[in-house]
């Protein structure tokens, strides 16, 4: 069984990663604009299900590998590192757009929908990091089965994070217009997203600690 401050400390590194600009979110916004909340709210079910995928991994030992073979580590976050670099550049370029900017983009079926946040997920690398080197520092061999106190701590990032990421889908239409209705607005939100998509980005490629493994 996990303790209370291992519960809350998941539950606020989640809190703080799901409110700081990402693949998740980003895809996520963008669909609720362009295609209601609805849509994004089975993107969101796509992304739940990649969160499962992920903790199901972690526990059955992906991390061991991961220790094992470190360089497939460095590689998931050289490349997540490039992806945030990307997705910066898209933001800060002239004529990048604002997260809360209304894309033209095309109706996707439900189907497509829900595979499109699943595979987002997937290759989101601050969730790899946070299950594979952030949530086995708050394992306690001493407090019983590793792999159920895995499941435990999984289990209130994958709340923690549907609740916030659902919140953002059902706001993003309001906010949008919003922004909109204040350009000077909408720019520092771009720059301020901007910003720390490439600050993220740059951290994920200089700092490459290896995945920790309970014991």
Same mark, same amino acid.
């Given at each position: 069984?996990?303790?209370?401050?291992?519960?809350?400390?998941?539950?606020?590194? @989640?809190?703080? %990663?799901?409110?700081?600009?990402?693949?998740?979110?980003?895809?996520?916004?963008?669909?609720?604009?362009?295609?209601? #909340?609805?849509?994004?709210?089975?993107?969101?079910?796509?992304? /739940?299900?990649?969160?499962?995928?992920?903790?199901?991994? $972690?526990? %059955?030992?992906?991390?061991?590998?991961?220790?094992?073979?470190?360089?497939?580590?460095?590689?998931?976050?050289?490349?997540?590192?490039?992806?945030? %670099?990307?997705?910066?550049?898209?933001? &800060?370029?002239?004529?990048?757009?604002? &997260?809360? @900017?209304?894309?033209?983009?095309?109706?996707?079926?439900?189907?497509?929908?829900?595979?499109?946040?699943? %595979?987002?997920?997937?290759?989101?690398?601050?969730?790899? *990091?946070?299950?594979? $080197?952030?949530?086995? +520092?708050?394992?306690?061999?001493?407090?019983?089965?590793?792999?159920?106190?895995?499941?435990?701590?999984?289990?209130?990032?994958?709340?923690?994070?549907?609740?916030?990421?659902?919140?953002?889908?059902?706001?993003?239409?309001?906010?949008?217009?919003?922004?909109?209705?204040?350009?000077? #607005?909408?720019?520092? +939100?771009?720059?301020?997203?901007?910003? &720390? &998509?490439? /600050?993220?980005?740059?951290?994920?490629? *200089?700092?490459?600690?290896?995945?920790?493994?309970?014991?």
């Amino acid at each position: 069984m996990i303790s209370l401050s291992a519960a809350a400390g998941i539950a606020l590194i @989640e809190l703080g %990663l799901a409110l700081t600009p990402g693949p998740n979110m980003m895809y996520l916004v963008s669909r609720s604009i362009s295609q209601g #909340w609805r849509a994004g709210m089975m993107s969101l079910s796509g992304t /739940a299900v990649g969160f499962v995928v992920y903790m199901v991994m $972690a526990n %059955l030992g992906l991390a061991a590998v991961f220790l094992v073979v470190p360089w497939l580590f460095i590689a998931l976050k050289v490349a997540g590192a490039i992806y945030l %670099l990307w997705l910066a550049y898209k933001t &800060l370029r002239p004529g990048g757009k604002s &997260l809360f @900017e209304t894309s033209d983009l095309p109706r996707d079926s439900f189907g497509k929908l829900f595979r499109m946040g699943l %595979l987002t997920n997937l290759l989101n690398p601050k969730v790899a *990091i946070l299950y594979l $080197a952030l949530i086995p +520092q708050f394992i306690d061999p001493a407090a019983g089965s590793i792999v159920a106190q895995g499941f435990q701590l999984g289990a209130i990032q994958i709340l923690v994070g549907v609740a916030v990421n659902g919140a953002i889908i059902v706001a993003a239409g309001s906010v949008a217009t919003f922004l909109q209705r204040k350009p000077t #607005w909408m720019r520092w +939100q771009k720059w301020v997203t901007g910003t &720390l &998509l490439g /600050a993220i980005g740059v951290k994920l490629a *200089i700092d490459a600690p290896a995945p920790a493994v309970a014991p």
